[in-house]
């Protein structure tokens, strides 16, 4: 019997050092009443923008209100190749995009100092928003209170 060989498979969506950074900070940076539709999205069925709902992040450790933008993100697609893009929200609350590079296998950009609530997959050409390729749900759920100081602490 001869031994297993295994491979990498590449996935519908990239795992990437900024996927992993988003999960290791989900404390000090989320999305409150998530379930609540809390900075939900609504991508256009006739344009390339994406509406945000109103809501509440936490953004490092602080609670930031997020008024509703109707058309708060503009997707941008290069004419030859895909790319990612990631829909974050700011420290004071407002829609901020984060477009990578065009490439024939693109990588997923660094976010920075946002809270991610989505990223999306941007084709060639793409002119509807609500017709691109992999829109991947990045809002992670937070709960107002947490205080991450006292999560050590000795009682």
Not at 131 to 144: C, H, P, Q, T, V
Request: charged letters at 10%; hydrophobic letters at 40%.
């Amino acid at each position: 019997m001869s031994g297993y060989v295994y491979q990498d498979q590449d996935l519908v969506e990239p795992i990437s050092d900024s996927v992993g950074e988003q999960w290791g900070n989900a404390a000090l940076y989320n999305v409150l009443n998530v379930t609540g539709g809390s900075c939900a999205l609504t991508y256009s069925a006739s344009a390339l923008t994406v509406d945000l709902a109103a809501g509440t992040i936490t953004h490092y450790g602080s609670t930031v209100t997020v008024a509703a933008a109707p058309a708060g993100f503009t997707l941008v697609p290069d004419i030859t190749n895909p790319l990612w893009t990631w829909l974050c929200i700011s420290s004071t609350g407002t829609p901020v995009t984060v477009t990578g590079t065009a490439s024939a296998t693109p990588a997923v950009p660094e976010y920075g100092d946002r809270v991610p609530v989505a990223l999306v997959y941007v084709q060639a050409g793409l002119t509807i928003a609500n017709d691109a390729s992999y829109k991947l749900e990045k809002r992670i759920a937070g709960f107002s209170g947490f205080n991450v100081g006292q999560m050590w602490a000795q009682e």
